[in-house]
């Protein structure tokens, strides 16, 4: 992962059945249709991180699964460290994931924004590297 993350909405508060946004109503975490939950989970939610390859570089999305792996930390850990400790605890967490190594898989998407198409990019799966395995791997792929 690149050093250059944006931490705005890092997290937000989720159904843990659907996994979709909850909005807080007096008092209350509600799904869209009104219902009212009543064990919400606060989900990660990196809107945008840059990663980069020998190809190059390109701004990806990081939703809960994805964005607990890359940055060790879930995220009602991260709200509590927020709410304890202030923002400066979550600006280590990710200062700890720059320039870290990981295997991903990433889906990208046109999408027309402002009536311009723009692609936009979501990790589906990340691992991180396993250098033995991959040292075999590319000793194998030599050979050949």
Do not use: H
Not at 38 to 66: C, Y
């Amino acid at each position: 992962m690149s050093s250059t993350t944006k931490k705005e909405n890092t997290f937000y508060v989720a159904d843990p059945e659907t996994n979709k946004k909850l909005n807080e109503v007096d008092g209350q975490w509600t799904r869209a249709d009104g219902t009212v939950c009543n064990e919400p989970k606060v989900r990660l939610l990196v809107n945008s991180i840059k990663v980069a390859d020998q190809s190059g570089e390109e701004w990806v999305t990081a939703f809960n699964d994805q964005a607990e792996i890359l940055l060790n930390c879930k995220g009602d850990e991260m709200k509590e460290l927020l709410d304890t400790q202030g923002q400066e605890a979550v600006d280590e967490i990710f200062m700890k994931a720059q320039n870290s190594q990981f295997f991903m898989t990433l889906k990208c998407r046109e999408e027309m924004y402002q009536d311009a198409p723009r692609k936009k990019m979501t990790i589906i799966r990340v691992a991180e590297v396993d250098y033995q395995q991959f040292a075999e791997y590319q000793l194998k792929e030599f050979l050949e």
